[in-house]
């Protein structure tokens, strides 16, 4: 296991380092630069200079490329070029806590709702309940998340006044506060995860069902949620884990517009904003860290793997 580690972990940072390259790239191939259309109203190309200069984009690209993997490396993401001239790393530091709490929270959603259902539509196959929880899944994969997050704010804000319509609480003013921001975010993310993860479950669980050793447990007399949980169910988890790991990380992704309708200035948004104001510093660091998490969530997808089945031996 350690030696598939450190290739894994090897491998990560290859992949990391492909991010960071490409991401680096291509914002700089994209015509123009963020400080002539800062200084656009003034018209003034000296001004524009100055500031180019301060921030290091008269050098030649390579240069830049070459400055911004050593500090990135010891890490230092560099500085916003709009506003007060926040260190990258503050403002990750400010808005990533949002992001993962809504990320965390929609995971434990999901797989709350989906797990249970997933198991109860395998038991029941092709019976009404069974029918009734695939009619559901697939309603919640056809409602698109802002969509859906909209719906939620018209009834439980707007309507029944239960619920704050827009913003964030930090987990330091009471867990009470912090819940009620971000159980709307969360749900209306979860929802169209937890249909996916449930059809995995039903599926992986019919296909273990018909295996022999189930049918021998069965036969045994062993009841049948002993059969269901204790033979079925682990042995069936493989592909329902890659599923889960794949759905954490693209929850982090789909946090990005969901932020922007609850008006909450999580990772997503600053990242948005970064795109619009070209502010390149502030969309490296950004994407790095988010596909820092895809790859965390792969290698602890791998991890998993071997520790529930195992014949899985990566040496």
């Known amino acids: 296991m350690s030696k598939y ?3 894994r972990t090897l491998g990560a ?3 990391m380092w492909a991010v960071a390259t490409l991401v680096f790239f291509m914002l700089r191939a994209v015509p123009g630069d963020p400080f002539t259309a800062m200084v656009f109203d003034t018209g003034d190309p000296t001004a524009a200079e100055e500031m180019r200069r301060a921030f290091g984009f008269d050098q030649p690209v390579y240069v830049q490329y070459f400055k911004y993997l050593v500090q990135a490396v010891q890490g230092n993401l560099g500085t916003s070029i709009y506003g007060s001239r926040v260190p990258v790393a503050t403002i990750i530091a400010e808005s990533f806590p949002r992001t993962l709490s809504i990320t965390v929270l929609a995971f434990l959603i999901a797989v709350t709702i989906a797990i249970p259902a997933g198991l109860i539509s395998a038991l029941y196959k092709y019976s009404a309940l069974d029918h009734g929880v695939t009619i559901v899944a697939f309603l919640g994969l056809s409602m698109p998340d802002f969509w859906l997050a909209i719906l939620l704010i018209i009834a439980f804000a707007a309507g029944l006044g239960w619920l704050p319509a827009i913003g964030y609480a930090p987990l330091s003013e009471g867990f009470g506060a912090w819940l009620s921001h971000l159980i709307m975010p969360a749900i209306a993310i979860g929802t169209p995860f937890a249909a996916i993860i449930a059809r995995m479950v039903r599926s992986s669980m019919l296909e273990v069902l018909r295996t022999e050793y189930v049918q021998v447990a069965s ?5 049948r949620w002993q059969v269901l949980l204790q033979h079925a169910f682990p042995n069936a988890l493989i592909p329902v884990i890659t599923v889960m790991g794949i759905a954490l990380a693209l929850l982090m992704a789909g946090a990005v517009v ?4 609850f008006a909450i200035k999580g990772l997503g948004r600053v990242l948005i904003q970064g795109i619009l104001n070209r502010d390149y510093p502030v969309v490296q660091g950004a994407i790095l860290i988010v596909s820092g998490i895809f790859v965390l969530s792969n290698l602890i997808v791998d991890m998993l793997y071997a520790a529930i089945d195992p014949r899985i031996r990566y040496e």
């Open 219 to 223: 036969s045994k007399g062993l009841l």
């Open 258 to 261: 969901v932020e922007n309708v």
């Open 13 to 15: 940072m290859v992949v």
């Open 5 to 7: 580690l450190l290739r």
